[in-house]
């Protein structure tokens, strides 16, 4: 610690120590730091999450000791080697901008960023959907009904596809084109503004297509709300809908924990490569 000409001690103006203004300030430094929306909502969530942790008792640092012994709550929950390390990257974020902003030791901070997470040795985590189960979420929502036809395309859209939920909510029919006879999602904006072309199975392009014919929509987003009448409004769906017809179906069909990123993971492990393992999901609709 520096001494001043009298021998009295300086204060220095970063701590060993956060109190809960520091900490929203390094958050809000966080957020800002980041282009993305999808990230900004999954550090914030962890970054709560970690305050809340953190102020839940008197703490002497934010310090290395500190954050290991957060890995070591994180691990007590069972929480997957992949969820952890999230959660972990985002605490050593928090951190760094603390450092940045003179609210925290540079010391300090460079010790929290070397606090390793577990490996994920391979394991595959989160949730795998069987094909019997895709093929009862599927068919959970009755296709006789307006807002059953479209929970099906929706669904039908992220097996099929792959699509990330703020994808499908934004999807725009003008997306939708015929390429080399077969259909696609053309210029499909996705995380970090990559720009891709992915494919449309058949029985998704069905699905799609009776729900545009039923609800009258043929430009703008292709999802839209149904009110209990049994008719649309809006010119569009939230993410939140998304996530709460893929909740809703999945408690339906009696699937367990089910998230809109696991019909992700389902199509991305070609358990439907191509039309002919496709047709299994229409038999019995």
């Avoid at 929502?141 to 909510?169: F, H, V, Y």
């Avoid at 503004?193 to 069905?206: E, G, L, N, Q, S």
Wanted: charged residues 25%; contains cysteine.
């Amino acid at each position: 610690m520096k001494r001043g000409k009298h021998g009295h001690a300086k204060k220095s103006s970063a701590k060993h120590s956060l109190s809960l203004p520091d900490l929203d300030q390094a958050r809000s430094a966080v957020l800002n730091s980041l282009p993305s929306k999808e990230s900004q909502r999954g550090y914030r969530h962890a970054i709560d999450e970690f305050i809340t942790w953190y102020c839940s008792e008197p703490r002497l640092s934010f310090n290395k000791a500190v954050v290991t012994r957060y890995r070591i709550h994180l691990e007590s929950r069972q929480l997957a080697p992949g969820t952890i390390n999230g959660r972990l990257a985002a605490v050593r974020r928090l951190a760094y901008e603390a450092a940045d902003s003179g609210l925290l030791s540079p010391d300090l901070a460079a010790g929290i960023r070397r606090v390793k997470g577990p490996k994920n040795l391979g394991v595959r985590f989160g949730n795998w959907l069987t094909a019997d189960q895709a093929r009862a979420l599927w068919q959970v929502p009755d296709p006789n009904t307006l807002k059953g036809k479209r929970d099906r395309a929706l669904l039908g859209i992220l097996l099929g596809c792959g699509l990330r939920r703020k994808e499908a909510a934004e999807l725009d029919v003008a997306h939708l084109q015929r390429r080399e006879n077969h259909w696609a999602i053309v210029d499909m904006v996705g995380k970090s503004r990559h720009i891709r072309t992915v494919p449309v199975p058949d029985w998704v392009k069905t699905g799609i297509d009776s729900w545009l014919a039923s609800a009258g929509v043929s430009e703008g987003r292709v999802f839209r709300c149904v009110c209990r009448a049994g008719t649309t409004w809006g010119d569009g769906v939230t993410e939140r809908v998304v996530w709460h017809v893929v909740k809703d179906c999945a408690k339906r069909a009696a699937i367990e924990n089910l998230a809109p990123h696991d019909l992700r993971r389902y199509a991305e492990d070609r358990i439907m490569p191509n039309q002919g393992s496709d047709c299994h999901l229409a038999q019995g609709s």
